[in-house]
Structure formats: structure tokens, C-alpha cells
């Protein structure tokens, strides 16, 4: 690509970790913007080299983790119940303030002439979703099963025993449909601003039949919305941010092979062959196909901190469609 070619749009999915601060055993609030800063010093040099449309979206796995702990933890105290889609939102709310907030600092050092604009986004799905007969996603606490049998009857929760370490909620984790607040996206990005939405996934909301909205309780996979909104808003590129520098063949395995460069019909013949694991690799594959089958041009799945040196070609995972 020469310099003076148009940038193509990007949607940098941000793995969850983005904020979280490693190996603190009580970390304060701070530490969250200067991992931050370290995360997101990319795409200010992104911006630098003339890349106009760039959106963010976040995960939220630590802190909404974090947010509905506490909200456990406190129950005897404070024994209102607030539901996991105001959770999910609450999450939104301070992440994006965190993202922007850095952002816009890192621009104003660099010279550079953007600013950052944070959306609380909900995200439809479908009210006969099979997630929701069928929970899977576990959040929260560990409990005893007496604990386990009292939620159960005090709250409604499904609990399930995980793993040996005791007995968890399990939530819906439907498919994403649509976006609320898409036309007003699209309207953020023509004026210029970098849009961040989407976060955690968004707030699952389900249609009535009167076209209002109502949260419901589960949590959208992230990367699964951020191929909606890659799709829904036109971009070129989809950048999925994690913990590791590329996606692995064989991954648990001494000889395992880091893919490189590769097509879309070749991913999904290895997601038919079940290479990649649940709740780990498999749904940011199955989102980066589904991104590709839309009309995507190209999905990097790369480090977290490694983002310009992915989008030069020098490392990640690179699919084609």
C-alpha cells in the first residue's frame, strides 16, 4: 500500500485483559489507565499513518466479573438485585470512559487532531435464542451446593458444578442480531470521531412487539458483535486483540504450529476438525469467518500490544477471505 493510498476501515476488537492489571494482588484503579495507555499507544500511531474510520471494542470478562462479585459479596447488606444487563452496562460505562479519556490524552500529546467518543450500545437478539433454554456461560462466585440449591430457589439461577471447584450461575450467551444504536455509529464516524461501542459484547436486548427494547440477563461474546459491527458499518478489517501472538494448530501440544497466513476455507475445514477450544480460540474464529462470509476483506487475530506490527504484516495470524 502506498502512502498515499486510502487506509481501509478497521474494528479493533480489544480482548478483555486490556485494562486488567496482571499479577496485583490489590490493584488500584490507576493501574487500569496506564494499562490502558500501553494498549491503545498503537492505535494513536495507527492514526498517525492516516487511518481515518477506526472503531473499538472492548471486552468486559474482569470487570463486569468484578461488578457482579461485589453486588454478591454485599447481598446481605444491600440485598437489592441488579440484573446482569445493567451489570453489562455498568461495565460499558466505565471502560469506555477509561479508553477514551486515554485516548484523547494520547492524541493531544502526539499532535494528533482526533478525539475518542464512548457509547453505551445494547445489542438485539432474539427472545427464542437456544442459549436461553440452554445457559452456558459461567459468571461469578463459586458455591457449595447447599449455597448452590438456596440461589437456585431464592433467585431463579441455573447453577452448574465446575470443575471440581464448587457450583456457579450459568447465563444465556445468544447471538447477536443487531445493533440499537447503528445509524448513530455511522453518524460518529462520518464526523470524524474514533467510535468505541459494542463493549463487552453490548447490552442483549430483545424486541417487543410495540418496536421497545428490554435488557435481559446474559452476556453477548464480544467478538461475535465486533464482526456485526465490522459488517454493519462497512469496514474493511477486523483486528481481534488477545493474549497470544497467533492461532495455533495443535495448540496444547509440544509440536504445535502457529498459522500465519491463511484462507478463510481453511479455518473453517480446522473448526470442523475441532482445532480450537471453547470459550478460548473457537469463538474468535468462528466470528472472523463469519466476517468474511459477509463480505469482510481480511480479520488479524494478533497480541494484544503487537497491533501496528500486525497490521505491517510482521506478525499475527492473517485470513483471508
Known amino acids: ?40 499507544e498503537g492505535v494513536v500511531t495507527l492514526l498517525e499513518r492516516g487511518y481515518e474510520k477506526i472503531v473499538l471494542c472492548h471486552g468486559n470478562g474482569p470487570q463486569v466479573g468484578q461488578i457482579f462479585m461485589q453486588q454478591e459479596l454485599t447481598r446481605h447488606e444491600f440485598p437489592r438485585q441488579v ?46 435464542d437456544p442459549a436461553f433454554t440452554h445457559p452456558l456461560k459461567p459468571i461469578g462466585l463459586f458455591y457449595s451446593q447447599e449455597e448452590a440449591e438456596k440461589l437456585k430457589k431464592e433467585n431463579d439461577w441455573q447453577m452448574v458444578e465446575d470443575s471440581g471447584r464448587g457450583y456457579r450461575r450459568v447465563v444465556p450467551s445468544p447471538q447477536p442480531l443487531g445493533l ?37 440477563e446474559g452476556v453477548i461474546d464480544k467478538d461475535h ?42 479455518m473453517e475445514n480446522w473448526l470442523k476438525h475441532g482445532e480450537f477450544a471453547e470459550g478460548s480460540m473457537k469463538p474468535k474464529v468462528e466470528a472472523a469467518l463469519k466476517f468474511l462470509d459477509q463480505g469482510g476483506q481480511k480479520v488479524i487475530i494478533a497480541h494484544l500490544f503487537h497491533l501496528v506490527p500486525a497490521l505491517e504484516g510482521k506478525t499475527g495470524t492473517h485470513i483471508r477471505g
Open 225 to 266: 458483535t465486533s464482526a456485526l459491527m465490522a459488517t454493519k458499518l462497512g469496514l474493511d478489517i477486523l483486528v481481534i486483540l488477545t493474549s497470544v501472538e497467533h492461532v495455533f494448530l495443535d495448540f496444547k501440544s509440544p509440536s504445535r504450529k502457529a498459522i500465519s497466513r491463511t484462507t478463510r476455507v481453511e
Open 1 to 40: 500500500m502506498s502512502p498515499s493510498s486510502p487506509r481501509p476501515g478497521l474494528l479493533i476488537s480489544l480482548g478483555g485483559n486490556a485494562l486488567n492489571v496482571p499479577d496485583s494482588p490489590h490493584p488500584h484503579q490507576k493501574e487500569e489507565f496506564i494499562v490502558a495507555r500501553k494498549s491503545l
Open 180 to 216: 440499537v444504536e447503528e445509524e448513530f455509529f455511522k453518524t460518529i464516524l462520518d464526523q470524524g470521531y474514533i467510535l468505541i461501542g459494542g463493549g463487552g459484547g453490548g447490552i442483549p436486548v430483545i424486541r417487543q412487539v410495540d418496536g421497545q427494547f428490554y435488557g435481559v
Open 83 to 128: 440484573t446482569l444487563d445493567v451489570c453489562v452496562a455498568d461495565s460499558q460505562g466505565r471502560i469506555g470512559y477509561i479508553i477514551q479519556n486515554v485516548l484523547d490524552n494520547l492524541c493531544r500529546e502526539r499532535g494528533v487532531d482526533r478525539k475518542a467518543f464512548a457509547v453505551i450500545t445494547q445489542v438485539e437478539v432474539a427472545n427464542n
